[in-house]
């Protein structure tokens, strides 16, 4: 079953082989960047990027960028 | 002109009383590029007391499009940044005191330049100095309202307007030693003005007295994608930076650029901390496109751009080679390198 979720205030259609937030954040090419993920209103560590993404999950995902 | 700031003084949360607090709040910005352009503006506009404006830039062509203070006859003047955007804030509104530097801000010279203003508005290119005046202003207690932007992305963040609320050391964990730049990936004008809009409201909350969380938002104009995070549970008991035994360590040489003209041979050299060597690989992927005749191994990335050729070493070393201006090496180092 395709899990839907709400991305950063939009509704996401995950993909069927993203499981897990590090999945989510390779899938988005932000595996690499200075992050703060937040899942359901709590922010999550890295440790636990490995947990599986769930339907309607709610995850805010903000990198840091140096331009100004 | 007693009713210049009618319309501002209607909205009812600032009011006449929040006029009045605008009226006497000095301002510091950091950067006289694209965020610092367009909030200079706004906050020049909305009438506060002072605004200095801090730059080590000239003015360029590729600035045009986003810079808003800025002309052709500016470019053309070869005008440093500070100096412009000072003249052009004077005429938008002579009731301001408005100063333009032109400087390079420095672990040695930031506490002097930002003591004894109110707010510090981020408008800078470059995580180094960020974490720089991160550290200034939580030593001097001065709020330092985090604004960064590249493509169509930015984010914002308050630091220092509450008591146990996380700097931008607690976030950050880790430098970054390498972020996406303006020179890399391009920028586009709206999401400039969204970001300094954000900021600029952050600071009118502030200085009018109005409630301000310190969320980390970011927005992405271009894909409609937004955040909002609230991060106090990411501060951390012992950061260096602002916790009750902070040591500030980015306003120490050790954890600070090193700079150095490298004698007789044309070339400024660039030390990061030890802490943090490149990631040549990943470096090398970001720098396609935007540099030429790169050539890289496991020691070392070489490469044009440019008037001057470059050299990255895997410890965290830069050369930069055709000038001995330590100023021009370090926009170098923050184009390329964020």
């Known amino acids: 079953m395709t899990k839907t979720i709400q991305l950063n205030g939009k509704t996401y259609d995950v993909p069927t082989e993203v499981q897990s937030v590090q999945q989510l954040l390779i899938h988005l090419q932000l595996a690499e960047r200075i992050l703060v993920v937040e899942r359901n209103k709590k922010i999550i560590a890295k440790e636990a990027y490995d947990k599986p993404i769930q339907d309607r999950d709610q995850i805010e995902i903000i990198h840091f960028v140096g331009g100004g | ?338």
Request: hydrophobic share 45%; glycine share 6%.
């Open chain 2, 1 to 338: 002109m007693s009713t210049r700031y009618s319309r501002q003084e209607l909205f009812t949360p600032i009011g006449a009383e929040g006029q009045k607090k605008i009226r006497q709040a000095k301002i510091f910005i950091l950067g006289a590029g694209a965020l610092g352009s367009s909030a200079g503006e706004m906050l020049v506009r909305a009438g506060v007391g002072q605004v200095t404006i801090v730059d080590r830039d000239i003015i360029e062509w590729t600035n045009l499009h986003r810079q808003q203070l800025y002309t052709e006859q500016d470019v053309v003047d070869q005008l440093p940044k500070a100096v412009a955007a000072k003249q052009r804030l004077a005429a938008i509104n002579s009731d301001v005191e408005v100063k333009g530097q032109v400087v390079d801000v420095t672990p040695d010279n930031v506490l002097n330049m930002i003591e004894g203003y109110d707010v510090i508005l981020d408008a800078t290119d470059n995580m180094e100095t960020r974490l720089i005046v991160n550290d200034a202003a939580l030593k001097l207690n001065i709020p330092f309202f985090m604004g960064a932007c590249v493509g169509s992305y930015g984010l914002t963040f308050p630091i220092g307007i509450e008591k146990n609320q996380p700097c931008l050391h607690c976030l950050l964990e880790m430098m970054p030693l390498q972020t996406m730049t303006c020179d890399t990936v391009g920028v586009i004008s709206p999401i400039v003005v969204t970001t300094a809009a954000r900021q600029v409201a952050d600071v009118l909350k502030y200085i009018t007295g109005n409630p301000l969380t310190p969320a980390l938002v970011s927005a992405d104009v271009w894909s409609g994608d937004r955040a909002s995070i609230d991060v106090r549970s990411l501060k951390k008991e012992l950061c260096p930076s602002c916790s009750a035994s902070a040591v500030y360590p980015f306003l120490t040489a050790k954890h600070s650029m090193q700079t150095a003209v490298l004698c007789g041979r044309d070339t400024v050299q660039l030390s990061w901390p030890k802490s943090r060597p490149f990631e040549l690989a990943a470096v090398a992927v970001s720098l396609r496109g935007t540099v030429s005749k790169m050539v890289y191994n496991p020691h070392l990335l070489a490469c044009e751009y440019g008037n001057h050729r470059l050299v990255l070493f895997r410890d965290g070393r830069m050369l930069v080679h055709g000038t001995k201006d330590i100023v021009v090496a370090k926009k170098i180092a923050a184009e390329l390198l964020g």
